[in-house]
């Protein structure tokens, strides 16, 4: 049977639930999935992906969303360790008055989607401790289905979900609008802020809200960024004048306060497992690294400027994790492992796909479906070759010959980079058995 879609997918809201028809047509929507039915409305692409995805987990419906709370010492250990910690203030002057007026809550995860913090009207938190929205409960895809929470986190982009969207039944009277929180400094998800209230409550310029609060946190994360790094140039200043040879003075995520004897660079990239010592880094070769206060001088060794010909043998890309990928170079220089962007990924995996290499007008046919946008994929491969000068060329864009590449691929094949709507990623989900 021919299905219509609720809200046809367009660029200005991509992840709005629709503004129009009662919330009844949503529950035979949502009624007819689970046994395979054909609904005369089809739920949005957005909504019926999270579906499949919390289907194949083996989420009941029927269930309730209960979890079990994290301990008292946990919860506050998070909420210390947590860069939204800092950001709490900027996140409620731009909610909590907002949502309390429109008998709604304010809710604060971590990067697993276990909620830190909560306010709001008091009304709608004690009806939230029914479906154990609270302090310490887990609100991830994997726990609790299609919610705002867990859906923003797997896509890391601004989600709504309203009423018989949610895939567990209890959650049919209740919306919710949830954007992700990265750092700017380092690209990782910090967590996601979420506007969540009765169904009655719904609004379609919640999304919108929303996002602009975590947009307005990031850049007060930027600016308080900014501001160690020049502390830290202060400090590494007259350090740098006294060291001989080619010497960079960095924060803890890699970004240049300071350099001498060699051209700047934005930032260098970082091992996980970034120490004092000796420490081989594929932009530099073999290094000594010190610390300083507020981060790291790291002198370049001129006998060994460099990994020896054929020191890196194998990358592995790992996209095993629906949240979090990596890629590992090893070799004789020894190992060295950096937790990558979602575009990066991206763009590795294509590069793996096509070993003989892609121009920049193909990658950008496979990242945006537009070969015009060579501009973007000169500048991201730019910085990506930053991190793995030893393993891409360009001209075409590829891995080296003489690297073997291996890529750990998620337990089911249509998880492959579940945030990504790169053509390119959608067609190998697509091509995938079963």
Known sequence: ???????????????????????????RVRAAAPVGGAPRVAPRPVIDASWQRVRRIGIDPDRGTSSALLPAGELEHRRRTTALGDLLPSLSQGLVSAVRASQQMMVVTDEEGLVLWRDGDRAVMRSAASVCLEEGAAWSEDTAGTNGIGTALELRRPVQVHSAEHFVRTLHSWTCAAAPVHDPRNGRLL???????????????????????????EAELRERHLRSVERLRSVAAPVLCRVGGRALAVDSHGWLAAVTGMPPVDRLPLPKTFRA?????????MCGVEPL???????????????QE????????????????????????GRWTHELSPRHAELLYVLSVHRQGRSAAELAAD??????????????????RRHLAQVLAHRPYRFVDEVEVE?????????LLT????????????????
């Open 1 to 27: 049977m021919k299905t219509e879609p609720l809200d046809p997918p367009g660029p200005s809201r991509p992840s709005a639930p629709p503004t129009t028809g009662p919330a009844r047509l949503l529950r």
């Open 191 to 217: 967590g996601v802020v979420d506007v969540s209230g009765a169904d009655s409550t719904f609004h379609p310029a919640t999304l919108a809200l929303v996002e602009s609060v975590a947009r307005l946190a």
């Open 277 to 285: 010592g000796r420490m081989w880094l594929p932009s530099l070769g």
């Open 293 to 307: 206060p507020g981060g790291w001088l790291v002198r370049v060794e001129e006998a060994a400027s460099g990994p």
């Open 310 to 333: 054929g020191a890196v043998s194998r990358v592995v890309l790992d996209l095993s994790s629906r949240r979090r990928s990596s890629v590992t170079v090893s070799g004789a220089a």
């Open 367 to 384: 990242l945006f479906g537009d070969r015009t946008r060579t501009v973007t994929v000169r500048a991201e491969m730019s910085r990506l």
């Open 407 to 415: 890529v750990v691929h998620p337990d089911h094949p249509t998880d």
């Open 419 to 434: 945030h990504s709507t790169a053509p390119a990623i959608t067609a190998a989900r697509v091509r995938a058995p079963g």
